[in-house]
């Protein structure tokens, strides 16, 4: 039963992530701050995914990785589109 | 036919990268042949998206103020719990609670329609106000994304229908349930494309 209720905790984690950084792009002009708050939460709700909902963190760690770098490669380009 | 599996494998990868040593795969190999194209079709996206971004800066700073920001928020929150729904649907095969993993695949195929439903929404609605794949840099990106990422949602939701009719014929059960994992990390990757569209083409400006 403990894990179900993890399961829910991170289901609203994501969505107040999401409404949050939603608020940051609406409300502020899009700063070099704003820009790499919304990359480490895009970083954060990524990795929640593949290690809780696709279930890899006790999977095969070669996968995990890929899929890991995958969510950290990206967001961190919209950090380096801050410097140019 | 011969349908056994070979009893060596081919031994052409390095040990270390065997599910005895690097940890059991979810689903099955073929489904991660799959996920793992698609990441590089939306990997190809992403770099095309900062590359225009790079030389069109003012287009893609304006660009997201004539979306609706609403319908972006809609789809993702519709995403992330039909994510939630899929887990929640592969804990209840583990406990054989066939029920419940019909109930929560329900509800994950009925996320798929409603973002299936919204995104045509937006798409008519952009095209009420005069956008198209050729208004600006930004949109022909924007178009290319999530018209790619609509198709995916639209043949997993197929797929999600298809696991449900599986799931009544008694296929899976906690003891065997491969194509049901199959299925679920492919939505999950789905899931997580749009986690990464969606700052890219709604929030940053």
């Known amino acids: ?84 | 036919m011969n349908n056994e599996y070979p009893s060596k494998s081919l031994g052409i990868f390095p040990r270390s990268w065997s599910e005895e040593s690097a940890g059991r795969i979810p689903g099955n190999i073929p489904i991660w042949v799959g996920i793992l194209s698609e990441l590089t079709e939306f990997a190809i996206f992403f770099v095309a998206y900062f590359i225009a971004k790079y030389h069109y800066p003012e287009v893609f700073a304006t660009g997201p103020q004539g979306l609706s920001t609403s319908l972006g928020v809609a789809n993702t929150i519709i995403l992330l719990s039909s994510s939630y729904f899929m887990a929640k649907a592969m804990m209840n095969i583990r406990l054989d609670d066939r029920i419940k993993c019909e109930r929560y695949l329900w509800l994950a195929v009925s996320c798929g329609a409603f973002y299936l439903i919204i995104k045509t929404w937006e798409f008519y609605w952009n095209n009420l106000q005069g956008l198209s794949t050729s208004t600006n840099e930004f949109y022909t990106v924007y178009y290319y994304m999530t018209f790619n990422h609509f198709l995916h949602v639209g043949w997993a939701s197929c797929a999600i229908l298809w696991v449900i009719f599986r799931l009544r014929a008694g296929e899976y059960s906690a003891a065997e349930h491969s194509g049901l994992e199959a299925l679920a990390v492919y939505w999950h990757m789905i899931d997580l494309m749009w986690i990464l569209i969606f700052p890219l083409l709604y929030v940053l400006r």
């Open chain 1, 1 to 84: 039963m403990k894990q179900f209720k993890k399961l829910e905790w991170f289901w609203a984690i994501l969505i107040f992530i999401t409404l949050f950084n939603t608020f940051l792009g609406e409300q502020f002009e899009s700063t070099a701050l704003v820009s790499i708050i919304v990359a480490l939460t895009v970083m954060y709700k990524g990795i929640t995914v593949i290690d809780h909902f696709m279930e890899l963190k006790h999977a095969n760690r070669n996968l995990r990785w890929l899929m890991r770098m995958y969510l950290i490669l990206f967001p961190s380009l919209i950090i380096a589109t801050v410097f140019f």
